[in-house]
């Protein structure tokens, strides 16, 4: 029984905790994609490099909250900075729509026309990340860093494994449920979140029932870039910060999004966890659980690791490959590219 604990503990530790953050802000990003998608009638790959902006300038101004020797305690003082970031990834995305998507729109353009312009403003977006906060790895976290430690869990439980959280992982699973729950809340009970569904389901005939088109795409934007900083910020707490690396969210953020349904919040929600505990899970070394849980004194040859991590981003593309193949409304029934 105690090899059983020790293994779980073990999968909690290294696979459970990890791929639930991971799948946390997978699911924030995945959100502002499918809202803009569902609302807007486009993809949006300039999403990643919005992420990136937003915490560009989140972390801009930590650094400044820190010289100034303002902090949170225990809690990262990138908190504090925040709303700076949320506001200038906003500022970003109402300038882009303003300056590139509404032009198109007022054409009632394709969306493939759509996807390509959001190519050229990623574009845009990173290359003013790198000129301003530079291409390597930048870690801003501060405060407490675990809730609880490996020896602190093993004196109390008296296994031989331990079980580590880290501050900025139980920081992402609560944040990422009190805006989801909010957000859901937003679009089904306040009148702007009644007004962007029906845009979204019938822009005709929303339009003959008065709503205003102008309010709904900004509160798009306004909502998607507020989710898209948030996303960013929380995965540079818990890993950290490289624009490369939000570029290359975005291909599990979509694969989230088109798995669970695009265009469906809870379908992206869904389709995120999937996608995280898929790509940690394939790329873990299972030798260590495999001999908890085989013969006393057996040791299996090699890590038994499916996938190196250097290829997890692989698994979001197998994903998405699959679902466009064999389901392309998703699990949810979103709406088809």
């Known amino acids: 029984m105690t090899d059983i604990l020790n293994a779980l503990v073990l999968f909690m530790n290294f696979v459970g905790v ?3 953050a991971y799948g946390s802000q997978l699911a924030l990003g995945a959100l502002g994609v499918t809202l803009i998608f569902g609302v807007l009638r486009f993809a949006f790959f300039a999403h990643g490099d919005l992420m990136a902006f937003g915490t560009m300038v989140t972390i801009l101004a930590t650094w400044g909250l820190q010289a100034m020797g303002v902090s949170l305690g225990v809690l990262p003082t990138a908190l504090l900075a925040l709303p700076f970031g949320a506001a200038a990834a906003v500022l970003a995305a109402l300038s882009a729509d303003k ?13 493939v026309v759509f996807f390509i312009a959001s190519v050229g403003v990623m574009f845009v977006l990173n290359g003013l990340v790198r000129i301003i906060i530079g291409p390597d790895d930048q870690r801003f976290a501060d405060g407490g860093r675990f809730l609880f430690k490996v020896g602190e869990f093993r004196d109390w439980s008296g296994l031989s494994e331990g079980l580590a959280i880290r501050t900025t992982q139980a920081l992402t699973v609560v944040a990422a449920l009190i805006v989801m729950v909010a957000l859901f809340r937003f679009l089904e009970r306040t009148k702007m979140g009644k007004a962007m569904r029906a845009y979204s ?55 989230a999004a088109i798995l669970g349904g695009i265009g469906s919040p809870k379908g992206a929600v869904v389709g995120a966890y999937i996608v995280a505990f898929s790509e940690v899970m394939v790329t873990y070394a299972y030798r260590k659980f495999a001999m908890y849980l085989g013969p006393q004194d057996w040791a299996p040859e090699g890590l038994l690791q499916l996938l190196s991590t250097e290829y997890k981003f692989s698994v979001s593309f197998l994903i998405l490959v699959a679902v466009l193949v064999t389901r392309p409304t998703g699990l949810f029934k979103g709406k088809v590219f």
């Open 99 to 111: 300056a590139v998507f509404a032009f198109y729109r007022k054409q009632r353009a394709k969306p």
């Open 201 to 255: 389901d019938n822009e005709d005939l929303a339009l003959l029932s008065g709503v205003d088109p102008a309010r709904v795409v900004r509160w798009t934007w306004v909502i998607a870039a507020v989710l898209a900083t948030l996303a960013g910020v929380l995965y540079g707490l818990d890993k950290s910060f490289k624009p490369f690396t939000y570029f290359q969210l975005l291909l599990p953020i979509f694969a």
């Open 18 to 20: 990890p791929a639930l």
